[in-house]
């Protein structure tokens, strides 16, 4: 399982078109091969409500969490971590370029004794 949540502040909109970020990750992830097709789940999420830095309104943020459950090795999640980022980062360039941006990511390990799970296929 590998759940991408694509944070990021209000005053990138329009310029980070959301559904294209959510396709971008979301087949970046697929093409790392760690993850099961049906098993990756992708969603962008506008932040209203934030402060970055030194408080100009100007600065702007994208955070990206990957949730992912055990099983996986160590080197495993490195390759598709950086692969996951490069791509973020790619995607961001343009607007990277020309706004006071932070872009960051984390990867973390979901505890399987607190993940419920009920899919349907």
Not at 4 to 28: C, F, G, K, M, W
Request: proline share 6%; hydrophobic share 45%.
């Amino acid at each position: 399982m590998a759940h991408l949540i694509i944070e990021y502040s209000a005053n990138l909109d329009p310029e980070i078109r959301p559904q294209v970020i959510v396709d971008t990750l979301h087949a970046a992830t697929l093409a790392t091969g760690a993850f099961a097709v049906g098993d990756v789940r992708t969603r962008a999420v506008c932040r209203n409500v934030y402060r970055v830095g030194s408080q100009d309104v100007d600065n702007a943020f994208v955070h990206l969490t990957v949730r992912v459950d055990p099983g996986h090795s160590p080197q495993a999640l490195r390759v598709a971590a950086d692969a996951i980022f490069q791509a973020l980062a790619d995607y961001l360039d343009p607007i990277y370029r020309c706004t006071p941006l932070a872009i960051s990511a984390e990867l973390q390990q979901i505890d399987p004794q607190f993940c419920f799970k009920k899919n349907k296929r």
